[in-house]
């Protein structure tokens, strides 16, 4: 019998067996703890809480054809949680602990990597907080760095359908020498007002300006932005957005395919010059946007007039899928395999 309806589960949080804990005190890492408590015990005082010093991350394991456990460019993950750690003053988590923590915690929970073919992923969620108490606003002198695992099901069921987006011009995600660029709570908790505002309205998600201007492109909710036009991924350059590491991966390879890239700014108006759009992240890998749709000026971009995805979309989500399942060879070396 099946554990889980693996098709259809939500990308929602489904309890599995272990996380795994380390805490940082008197200027030193302790060991990694292994727990089935899905709780914690957070002090009333901690700075996490009150002047939210937390940052995470978010990746994913791959089952493959060969019944391998792959991970996707997990050491940029790493990288990231220690440039967000030092963008709001915690203690950082060396390459190594992080992935000692995140081999340990898959090889515990092995059972709830989705079968091949299914479409669901194994999500693998790794925290950081100020654990310690203070009560001025200044860094804890301790914290705590936990990862736990979470099966999610396909993110388009039913396969990638493009999606609509709203331009939002009354809120800003965060300020151009803030800390949009750091994976840090703040950040979401600053983009919920336009995230739901555009949910409420039909959208998928909303797309961010920039805040000194409101002239360029900056994300869609939480995933960046892409448009392609004469053979050319074009991403935006902003001082305000997290760098995509599902991006980052598509600039590569673009190029591998003969496309042009360039990670440059990206004005509102170039919106009605591009063939096809598209929002890329972890979580759905690539969301093709069918429309956007600008509240201020009534204007409308359309890239899927038939209700299709692009065909260039196509190709860089199928190659980059293929990749993380292991179907095509790995030839940028992006992933580690769990032993
Ligand atoms: C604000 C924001 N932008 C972009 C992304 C996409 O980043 P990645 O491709 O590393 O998942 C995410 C998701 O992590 C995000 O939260």
Redesign the pocket.
């Known amino acids: 019998m099946e554990m889980f309806d693996w098709k259809n589960l939500p990308f929602g949080y489904v309890k599995t067996d272990y996380n795994v804990r380390c805490y940082y005190r008197d200027g030193k890492w302790g060991d990694i703890e292994v727990t089935s408590s899905e709780h914690i015990n957070v002090h009333i005082a901690s700075t996490g809480l009150h002047y939210g010093q937390e940052a995470f991350e978010?990746?994913k394991a791959y089952m493959g054809k060969d019944g391998k456990i792959r991970l996707f460019r997990w050491e940029?993950?790493a990288k990231?949680l220690i440039s967000s750690a030092e963008g709001i003053k915690m203690a950082t988590v060396p390459v190594e602990l992080f992935r000692e923590a995140l081999f340990k915690v898959l090889d515990l929970n092995r059972k709830y990597v989705p079968p091949y073919g299914s479409g669901a992923t194994l999500y693998i969620r790794p925290l950081l907080y100020g654990s310690g108490a203070e009560v001025g606003v200044k860094p804890s002198s301790e914290y705590t760095f936990l990862i736990f695992v979470t099966p999610v099901g396909p993110y388009f069921k039913g396969g990638v359908k493009p999606v609509n987006m709203l331009i939002c011009r009354d809120v800003d995600?965060a300020a151009p020498l803030g800390t949009g660029t750091f994976?840090v709570g703040g950040?979401?908790a600053a983009?919920m007002r336009a995230i739901i505002k555009a949910k409420e309205q039909g959208y998928s998600s909303n797309i961010f300006l920039d805040a000194r201007e409101k002239k360029y492109i900056d994300?869609c909710?939480?995933?960046?932005f892409f448009g392609i036009k004469n053979n050319t991924y074009i991403t935006p350059k902003s001082e305000s957005?997290?760098?995509?590491?599902?991006?980052m991966s598509l600039l590569e390879i673009a190029e591998s395919i003969g496309m042009k890239a360039e990670r440059r700014q990206v004005p509102i108006e170039e919106l009605s010059t591009f063939e096809e759009a598209g929002a890329?992240?972890?979580?759905a890998v690539i969301s093709p946007i069918a429309k956007i749709f600008d509240p201020d000026t009534n204007m409308i971009y359309e890239y899927c007039r038939d209700g299709e995805p692009g065909p260039m979309t196509m190709k860089l989500y199928n190659k980059l899928v293929a990749i993380q399942n292991g179907d095509e060879p790995d030839t940028f070396g992006w992933i580690s395999i769990l032993d």
């Open positions: 978010g990746l940029e993950n990231r995600r994976k950040n979401y983009s994300e909710g939480p995933a960046n957005i997290l760098k995509s590491i599902t991006n890329c992240g972890t979580a």
